[in-house]
């Protein structure tokens, strides 16, 4: 049996039987899912025109499906559909979404909850107009309660993908791609390229490069700036792997660092690490934030932490559940996420250390290796 075979694979008829049974306690006969990444997540589907309508029920025990879960899409992924959703019938119609209600109305199914948060007025009214009967109900976030906890699958695509950009970094470091003399668009472009080299299907976000004081802006497109002896050089970035995403940040120092940029570098590290251990299933993602964000408080430059501590992510590089001050969620184990605790002295230069994580109930499983400690590059 090769490594592939052992390797572990989406289950996406688990996931759909796991949305059926929120489904019933929703009290909706059946969803509309419109948005794509969600289609992804529950069918492997990767075309740009697609809507599935997954039934609660269809006359077998809740959990199975029959052949009133649909899946629509139009005739330029014909052979796409057929080859990624086997196991779904597939509806051909340009206009997706409306082909889907009007068979649900087909087959009388009364109650149809939709993605109200990502269907725009002008979609519902076209939703109107196929409605037959039909009570559409505003259903949001369903599908993201799902996809906030990760199964085998998807932990391992976000391996894959931190793999991706720890060794990109380190790439770039033993070639001396960080150096004075640069510019930060030089070095963000070579950095994304060395992802590629690495397994990247593609990266997670335009990468960012921040030297002098453009450290100080927490997210600083890299421009033509020239990298110099001194500098602080923020460096956030993350690959994509079959669709997985990472996302790290590691701020380095170009030549030997002054007092205070050791002092702002292991005070972030220690927020870092307090995040970090904070980090449990049944924690209130409030509670993360403020673990972290303490430490900066109590050194008495709150009012430089000026984001969240972290972020979900997954098939998009920020999704459920948001870690901040006013969140409101709950972690769960199994829920990937950042940890990124910040310091900006605007004008001067910043700090941010950040890792993607899972939470797990015996610690944190930690996925972005490179190392925190403070790296200075001669």
């Not at 948005?35 to 697609?50: E, M, P, Q």
């Not at 792997?241 to 205070?260: K, N």
Request: proline share 4%.
């Amino acid at each position: 049996m090769s490594a592939d075979d052992r390797a572990p694979r989406p289950d996406h008829a688990g996931r759909r039987a796991g949305l059926r049974n929120l489904l019933v306690e929703y009290g909706v006969d059946a969803l509309l899912v419109t948005d794509l990444v969600n289609i992804r997540y529950l069918t492997g589907f990767t075309g740009s025109n697609a809507a599935l309508l997954v039934h609660s029920w269809d006359g077998t025990p809740v959990g199975a499906e029959g052949d009133r879960t649909v899946i629509c899409t139009d005739g330029r992924y014909l052979t796409q559909v057929a080859e990624q959703v086997p196991d779904l019938p597939a509806e051909i119609a340009r206009s997706s979404a409306q082909r889907l209600i009007q068979l649900a109305g087909e087959w009388q199914m009364g109650r149809i909850g939709f993605e109200s948060h990502v269907v725009t007025v002008e979609q519902h009214r076209g939703f109107g107009e196929q409605v037959c009967g039909l009570e559409l109900v505003p259903a949001p976030g369903l599908v993201e309660q799902l996809r906030a906890v990760k199964d085998d699958y998807e932990v391992d695509r976000l391996r894959a993908a931190c793999a991706a950009a720890d060794a990109g970094l380190a790439t770039l470091l033993e070639r001396g791609g960080l150096r004075p003399g640069r510019t930060e668009r030089q070095v963000a472009r070579e950095l994304e390229w060395l992802m590629f080299e690495h397994g990247a299907d593609a990266i997670s976000f335009e990468t960012i490069v921040a030297a002098g004081v453009n450290s100080a802006v927490p997210h600083h497109r890299p421009t033509g700036s020239v990298l110099a002896a001194g500098d602080f050089v923020k460096l956030d970035f993350g690959a994509v792997v079959d669709g997985y995403h990472s996302d790290m940040t590691r701020t380095m120092v170009l030549g030997e660092p002054s007092q205070w940029q050791r002092e702002i570098y292991e005070l972030v590290l220690d927020a870092q690490r307090a995040g970090r251990e904070a980090l449990a299933p049944g924690v209130r993602c409030a509670d993360v934030d403020a673990a972290s964000r303490s430490v900066i408080e109590s050194a008495g430059y709150g009012e430089l932490f000026v984001h969240g501590l972290g972020h979900g992510v997954g098939l998009q590089i920020h999704e459920a559940p948001p870690v901040g001050k006013t969140a409101t969620g709950t972690l769960l184990d199994g829920v990937a996420v950042t940890v990124e605790p910040g310091v900006y002295f605007p004008g001067r230069g910043g700090v941010r250390i950040e890792d993607t994580l899972v939470v797990r109930a015996g610690g944190p499983e930690l996925l972005t290796h490179t190392s925190k400690e403070l790296t200075v590059v001669d």
